[in-house]
């Protein structure tokens, strides 16, 4: 953990505009748990484009950007809304033709971030080599006999996104940054990426990160942001902190079956709300709102 005293707590659209870019490919945390929607919404508030995401079960954060015009691809095991059922987005995105995908298992992308993580090039797998994967990503999928049994295996690719965006518990202004519950591949992705921007339910003194050091996720070292953003989540949750806002994932998936309702949708609840506490105010409801006012961690 950082000991230099050196900040990284910046506001969100900072660490947007700073490590966020045109062309990027991004991989986005969460797994159930911890979605960072936040970041999500000010990447479109900011207009960036031609991103590529990816994460091994994606879900309607995915829609929200390649709705908002930012995505030209998506790298993915499974994709959502999770809990009901298919992404119409994407569905009418892969019918047009205005989004790349690229399909795999999320056991065979959780191996190409690992690899990533380990800065070598590929890692080899006995899944994967039959049915329809291999053939439909053959740049990320090769077979590979193993050099000490002579056992044909499938090689997948080492992924290294430009930049994770992660949403977590609570972190120091250094950036070590601690998460609580289910991490699911948010850290295979985050430690395999090139920057990470986190944000965070607290900002805690680093004394506290100190007593509790088991728990932090990424050091200091590893982060270029973190932003103190309650609620930065929803509508998905935190554990021991809200609840999943069901309501606005089984709204989505009524909206976003129609084209002119997805984009009042995004009008309203990015373009309509110059930063994230103005998104809260509107649209997180007070029971969760109450529910995130006490300290970063689970009791």
Known sequence: MSSDGSSKLVGLPEA??????????????????GVPFAIAREIARQGLSDLVLCRTGADILFDVLHASGCVKGAIFGWLGNPGIGISHVLRRAVADGSVEIEETSNFGLLLRLHAGALGIPFLPTRSLGLGEIANQAPGSHKPVLCPFTGEQMTAVSALTPDVAIVHAHRADKAGNVQLF???????????????????????????????????????????????????????????????????????????????????????????????????????????????????GVPA
């Open 16 to 33: 947007v505009r700073q490590n966020v870019r045109d062309g990027d490919l991004v991989f986005v945390g969460g797994f159930g748990q």
């Open 181 to 295: 519950g289910i991490a699911g591949d948010t850290l295979e992705g985050a430690n395999a990426a090139r920057r990470i921007v986190c944000t965070v339910e607290e900002i805690v003194d680093p004394a506290e990160i100190r007593r509790t050091a088991d728990r932090t996720i990424l050091p200091a070292a590893r982060v270029a942001a973190v932003c103190h953003t309650p609620l930065g989540a929803h509508p998905s949750y935190m554990t021991g902190l809200y609840d999943r806002d069901d309501d606005a994932y089984m709204a989505f998936d009524e909206l976003s079956r129609d084209v002119a309702q997805l984009r009042t949708f995004l009008e309203e609840t990015i373009h309509a709300c110059p930063d994230h506490a103005s998104y809260v105010s509107r649209f997180v409801p007070t029971a969760l709102r109450s529910g995130a006012r006490g300290a």
